[in-house]
Structure formats: C-alpha cells, structure tokens
Nanobody, 119 residues
C-alpha cells in the first residue's frame, strides 16, 4: 500500500492550491489530510469516509478547504482556497480502515508536501 502526495508549493495569501494523493494497493474506510507547521505538532486538517457519508474539518479550515476523492483513479484531494500564512505547513495524506480522526489509527501515510503561503 502506498500513498503519494503532491501539489504543494509557494503561493500568496488569498490564493488557492489543490493537493493530490494517489492511493495504491487497497481501498480504505477513511482518508484524511494532516499538516505540521514549523515548531508545532502534526494535526488533522480534514477527513472523509470513503463512501462520502461522513466528513470532518478542523475549525481553522472550515469553509476554505474541501476534501474529496476521485473514484476512477483512486486519488484524494485537498482543495485549499483563501490561503493564509498560518496555513504554511507540510501536508500529509493518510488513510485508515475505519471511520475516525485520531491520528494514531491512521495506518498509511504519504510522504508530505510543503505548502508555503506568503503574506
């Protein structure tokens, strides 16, 4: 099982960016995006059930970020709009076998992609 994240980069405040994560090897019950800012612990950004009937967003990204999945190519996305400097972090995709948001239960992780938002 592999998760391959991509799409990070340097953008200005207010810009949009879409992160992608290709999953290979199996399907999952829940997929999610986490992020780790410099000097801070990694925390969840958004999660979504594979069937699409459940989702979760951190308060800091509600209304700006959208997590989604493409069934045909087994790719998960994080659409990030109205980016702020405080969104600067390394973003990781992750997956687990049941529904939940607890970081410890996410068994599979992508390698991380850096998003830098300048003011």
């Amino acid at each position: 099982v592999q998760l391959q994240a991509s799409g990070g980069g340097l953008v200005q405040a207010g810009d949009s960016l879409r992160l992608s994560c290709i999953a290979s090897g199996r399907t999952f019950s829940t997929y999610a995006w986490f992020r780790q800012a410099p000097g801070k612990e990694r925390g969840i950004v958004a999660s979504r059930s594979w069937r699409g009937d459940r989702s979760y967003y951190a308060d800091s990204v509600k209304g700006r970020f959208t997590i989604s999945r493409n069934n045909r190519n087994n790719t998960m996305y994080l659409q990030m709009n109205s980016l702020k400097p405080e969104d600067t972090a390394v973003y990781y995709c992750a997956a687990r076998l049941d529904w939940g948001t607890g970081q410890d239960e996410f068994k599979w992780w992508g390698q991380g992609t850096l998003v830098t938002v300048s003011s």
